[in-house]
């Protein structure tokens, strides 16, 4: 499993939610007080980790939402092929192939013999940074 469930009135800006079964870092939550019908809600607003699109839910602050469970490993940079980067895992050496990142400054220190942080969430790699 992947994700596990959070209330959503825990979360806190910085954290990690997944909405429209994407996984988003949480930049802004607005609570508002419970009314003379009802609970407390929320509004978060996620920016996916792998595309960048900016998300909304609205939801009771007792609600159950998912939260993507992000296992952080080191590999190894072996190619650069274009839009792709060739990567070993440091952990069991094994090799797997992720999109070279967007970010300016990641991207420009990616060559052949750097170590990288990578993280998976959802079965999905991207390197976040460059070790070193």
Not at 39 to 53: H, L, P
Not at 118 to 130: A, L, T
Request: aromatic share 6%; hydrophobic share 40%.
């Amino acid at each position: 499993m992947s994700t596990r469930p959070e209330e959503a009135g825990s979360l806190k800006v910085g954290s990690f939610v997944v909405i429209d079964r994407e996984p988003c870092r949480v930049v802004e939550i607005e609570k508002s007080k419970p009314g003379k019908h009802g609970s407390a809600k929320a509004r978060i607003v996620g920016i996916g980790i792998f595309d960048g699109v900016k998300r909304t839910i609205n939801v009771p602050t007792s609600a159950r939402v998912e939260v993507p469970m992000v296992r952080k490993f080191t590999a190894q940079v072996i190619a650069v092929m274009g839009e792709e980067v060739q990567l070993m895992s440091l952990e069991d050496y094994s090799t797997f192939e992720v999109n070279m990142p967007k970010e300016e400054e990641i991207r420009s220190r990616i060559e052949p013999g750097v170590e990288v942080e990578i993280w998976e969430i959802m079965g999905r790699y991207k390197i976040n940074r460059v070790r070193g």
